[in-house]
């Protein structure tokens, strides 16, 4: 039997996509055949710190429930180990799910996680940090750092942040 995690980042996305993920302790019954655990994050690095002990306790695929951040914390604890990561996009932009052509519908992530199709992707670092989507210096970590210590999401607040900065 698989041992299937879900790390969820209830902060990720829109508050339409919170109120969805309130419900997450449901998604247990869609993977036949598989033994499931479901963990929120708090604050930021707990999805790495919560992966990480899935690992440790042979996990063997541990899925990213939020937007990229959460993505990159749960990969960068499953790098060089035997688990898989699975994303299942509830992000403002959820752009690593879009490139890997990831469903943005929940259900239809979850029938994707139960093919068990496992792919390599690449990962970069910098300053000895792994990344897996996008990584920003200069002007774009500023809109990014703000954005991040946001109360609000969505693609409106982040291009309101971006012309913020922009006229700064």
């Not at 710190?49 to 937007?67: H, I, L, Y």
């Amino acid at each position: 039997m698989r041992s299937v995690a879900f790390i969820v980042n209830p902060r990720s996305g829109t508050r339409r996509r919170q109120a969805a993920w309130a419900r997450t302790g449901e998604v247990g019954g869609l993977l036949p055949g598989c033994e499931t655990s479901l963990y929120a994050t708090r604050c930021a690095g707990d999805a790495y710190r919560q992966a990480k002990r899935c690992v440790d306790a042979g996990c063997d695929v541990v899925v990213a429930v939020g937007g990229d951040g959460t993505v990159n914390e749960v990969a960068r604890a499953l790098m060089h180990t035997p688990a898989a990561l699975a994303i299942i996009p509830a992000g403002s932009g959820n752009g690593l799910a879009r490139h890997l052509k990831i469903p943005m519908n929940a259900r239809k992530a979850l029938d994707l996680i139960n093919r068990f199709r496992v792919q390599p992707v690449d990962a970069a670092r910098i300053n000895d940090r792994f990344f897996f989507c996008t990584a920003g210096v200069g002007f774009d970590a500023l809109v990014g750092a703000r954005f991040n210590a946001s109360e609000t999401r969505g693609l409106a607040n982040y291009v309101r942040f971006a012309a913020s900065a922009f006229r700064r």
